[in-house]
């Protein structure tokens, strides 16, 4: 079974472009989630999509926005970047059910770097 | 608000020496505890995880945890220490108000290093 994948592996932007992240899945995962991981901040949550629908979100600006496909596949957009927003995001899947209880699988991740 | 503190960013034991990395949490309803590990330029894997149950949580790797919660704590331990175990462990906690919603809240990691 293949794992999550996340396209591109890295990224170089510049201040005031957007940019978009993706993230597939593990096959009958119908939960995504995103994480960014700086060395500063840590890891932190960004939002979680469930059957194409937003359930949960973290603590981050407008700026950064996602979508849920119908195929599960999921996107990351971050608008009008800035020095900041370089960083580590990960994605991670859960099982079918989506609960609490089942393992989070995560991606490689997509290393963003803003100039 | 659920969070995690791990003791110790930086950890150095030797080959064959017991591995002890500390975490502790903090959370007003009963937490869901996990440990991850990454490896450089690579995600997050899952060592092991509490949801409820045994104390005791045996993961991959020889690794094991054990859930207390008079200490608010989840230490994760090894007997006995391998070069391929040099890496970040991650603790993490969820905030669940329901079963089908939540987030994991991180701890800052505490990087392992190994030394022959």
Known sequence: ?115 | AQSVTQLGSHVSVSEGALVLLRCNYSSSVPPYLFWYVQYPNQGLQLLLKYTTGATLVKGINGFEAEFKKSETSFHLTKPSAHMSDAAEYFCAVTVAPSYNTDKLIFGTGTRLQVFP
């Open chain 1, 1 to 115: 079974k293949a794992g999550v994948t996340q396209t591109p592996r890295y990224l170089i932007k510049t201040r005031g472009q957007q940019v978009t992240l993706s993230c597939s899945p593990i096959s009958g995962h119908r939960s995504v989630s995103w994480y960014q991981q700086t060395p500063g901040q840590g890891l932190q949550f960004l939002f979680e999509y469930f059957s194409e629908t937003q359930r949960n979100k973290g603590n981050f600006p407008g700026r950064f926005s996602g979508r849920q496909f119908s195929n599960s596949r999921s996107e990351m957009n971050v608008s009008t970047l800035e020095l900041g927003d370089s960083a580590l995001y990960l994605c991670a899947s859960r099982g079918t059910s989506g609960r609490t209880t089942d393992t989070q699988y995560f991606g490689p991740g997509t290393r963003l770097t803003v100039l």
